[in-house]
């Protein structure tokens, strides 16, 4: 079993205090009494006080008018907490977030959206960064009977930041809107929906400390390609399963995940928005570029349809999509067979369908896997029906079909 690290309460209310423990900044009962000893009551205290002499005669004294001096503690959590606001600040412009940047706000988030979220990790990276999940529902730390379970992964190539981007956005609006938003909490209360932001975040790091090279951070920091390395149903893997692969195929056997979305950017090299929806299969049996179709394939094609219809671009032929480009014509109204476009095997997609029964489509959001903080925020604003929409077919397709 994969271990879970709850970051948070599991269904009671979080005071005031219980908030602020965000990576660190923690009260502790002997850091209590070691501050009091440090700072004397009569030089915290701003009114007037008195003293007492041996025989008890209160003697009055006057208070000092200066700002009572902070002990060691409130300095140290007045620093984390500006560090932590300045984070919150930097992402919610649609800047580009490091691993460690993503670990403070996925625990911010399970703060602010309790009692609904649940922050866990499934494994580590090659270089021991956690593979940190934040799940959404009702009792999001358990499995209920008859509730579907659906996730969303991003960053799979660690210099495809979009994905990460959009999903972390995705929780935050999630969490700020649930109680007001009637849909969003019908959703939530119904469907498990479990976010994995980063299966790479190795790859992040080499990606924020280099020139930004094409392909820098995009494998693993074993040089693997994560997306090529699962087993495949037609073809033998090259690679053992490398420590982020272990941890994806451990949860999907925990968990009985009924849809799974993929989030990929980087795939065409010609316009910002150029995107596309592909499904399974990804590979053929021959090895050749053809479609490759599983026995659900209608299914995956409404699934992939859903999704590019609902973006106010994927699915048109003319305005900022791939199948404006003849060599992307194969690509009408915005979806693909994965193997018609490029056969390739050992994918994460196949393996979803083939080992553990879960739908999953992978979604290309965007040819630049580099973007300004606008541009990061428009493809939000484009992509955010669909996932809500595709996250809902769980329940309303499936379990009535």
Known sequence: MFSILSMGHARGKASRKDKMVIHGIISDRHDDEEEEKEVPEEEVTPTTTTTTTAATTPIPRLATHHNPPKSKKENRVSKQIHALKSILDSIRSWNTTGHEEMSWWLQFLNRSCEPYSHLYSIGSSVQNRELWVIALSDHPEIHEIGEPEVKIIGNIHGNENVGREVILHMVDHICANIDSDPDLRAIVENIRIHFLPSLNPDGIFDLLFSDHGKNIGRLNANGVDLNR????????????????????????????????????????????????????????????????????????????????????????????????????????????????????????????????????????????????????????QQNYPSLLGFIRQVFYHFLLH
């Open 229 to 380: 390395n699962f087993p495949d149903q037609f073809f033998p893997s090259f690679h053992d399963p490398e420590p982020e692969t272990q941890a994806v195929m451990k949860w999907m056997e925990t968990i009985p995940f009924m849809l799974s979305a993929a989030l990929h950017d980087g795939a065409f090299g010609k316009c910002v928005f150029d995107s596309v929806v592909t499904y399974p299969f990804d590979d053929s049996p021959s090895g050749q570029t053809k479609y490759s179709a599983t026995p659900d394939d209608d299914i995956f094609r409404y699934l992939a349809r859903l999704y590019a219809e609902t973006h106010p671009e994927m699915h048109l032929s003319n305005m900022g999509n791939c199948t404006r480009y003849s060599q992307h014509k194969k690509f009408i109204g915005g979806i693909t067979n994965g193997a018609e476009w490029s056969s390739l095997s050992n994918t994460m997609q196949d393996y979803n369908y083939v080992q553990t029964n879960c739908f999953e489509i992978a979604v290309e959001m965007s040819c630049i896997t580099h973007l300004n903080s606008s541009t990061l925020s428009t493809i939000f």
